[in-house]
């Protein structure tokens, strides 16, 4: 056997197979794709109404609903109770990440901080935060206190668990390297696990937003005198499915735009990393 016939690539090596290559990747994007099902969702409701199928004592009609949010804007009462809910979600949703950022980072730089904290939290997390609503009731009371705390409880569980995966799954040589370089704690902490548990507190970041408006849809209506929540309560009593809609509406907007700031905060944080969705 000559040098010529080892140097000699075999035929079935990488021989092309004169077929195209099969894009696996989801496309590219759609251009407002994330607006598609909720008009396709919109038009139905409206097809339904318009068509008589769906009862206007059961579902308001879009339009009619449209018309009631202006009257509530008119009166100013959707303003007001928008501005006091946002304050309760925002209050909540920062005392729950900071709460949640920071004993994940002691449980996950420490197996002391692991050992202590871990087990109480995975506890908690099986226990949803909202069936501590009648415990919480007798300890801080109806007011405003029970409220951010219940939100509190919302918002820090997914932040911890989502955080506290991102430590752990940190690739293992940056700690060598770190060691090597003979870094102390702080410029550890800030050169490589801040950067390294960044996708994993995004990814919880997601959860908690959304965490926190499902904890104060249920604590608004808990002897509340403010709030969306309160004012859904309100339309109950008197039967007003036109208010009620309203408010869903609004709190599902809510929702909407917070998952999409951070989302478009995780994509710019990470613009470094090739996913499948890109």
């Not at 946002?86 to 004993?103: K, P, Y």
């Not at 969306?228 to 039967?239: F, K, N």
Request: glycine fraction near 12%; proline fraction near 5%; aromatic fraction near 6%.
């Amino acid at each position: 056997m000559t040098a010529s016939t080892l140097a000699r690539p075999r035929s079935n090596a990488a021989a092309p197979t004169g077929r195209p290559r099969r894009r696996l990747k989801p496309g590219r994007p759609i251009p407002f794709g994330a607006a598609i099902g909720p008009t396709l969702l919109l038009a139905v409701w409206a097809a339904g109404s318009a068509a008589g199928w769906i009862d206007s004592r059961t579902l308001s009609a879009p339009w009619t609903v449209v018309i009631t949010a202006g009257d509530l804007i008119a009166d100013g009462r959707l303003q007001d109770n928008l501005a006091v809910s946002a304050q309760r979600a925002g209050l909540g949703l920062a005392i729950g990440t900071a709460v949640g950022t920071i004993l994940a980072v002691l449980a996950g730089l420490s197996r002391w901080g692991e050992a202590i904290l871990d087990g109480p939290i995975q506890i908690k997390r099986a226990i949803p935060a909202l069936a501590l609503i009648p415990l919480l009731v007798l300890w801080f009371g109806i007011g405003e206190e029970m409220k951010v705390i219940t939100i509190t409880l919302g918002v820090f569980v997914p932040v911890y668990i989502h955080t506290h995966n991102g430590l752990r799954t940190i690739d293992s040589r940056y700690v060598e390297l770190g060691e090597s370089l003979r870094l102390r704690r702080p410029a550890f902490i800030r050169r490589i696990v801040l950067p390294g548990a960044l996708p994993g507190f995004l990814l919880g970041m997601r959860f908690a937003v959304v965490g926190a408006w499902l904890s104060l849809v249920v604590v608004e209506q808990i002897n509340s005198t403010s709030g969306i929540g309160y004012m859904m309560e309100l339309a109950r009593q008197y039967g007003q499915t036109d208010v009620i809609i309203v408010g869903l509406v609004l709190y599902g907007l809510l929702g909407l735009l917070s998952d999409g700031a951070v989302r478009l905060a995780q994509r710019r944080a990470l613009s470094w990393r090739r996913t499948l969705a890109d």
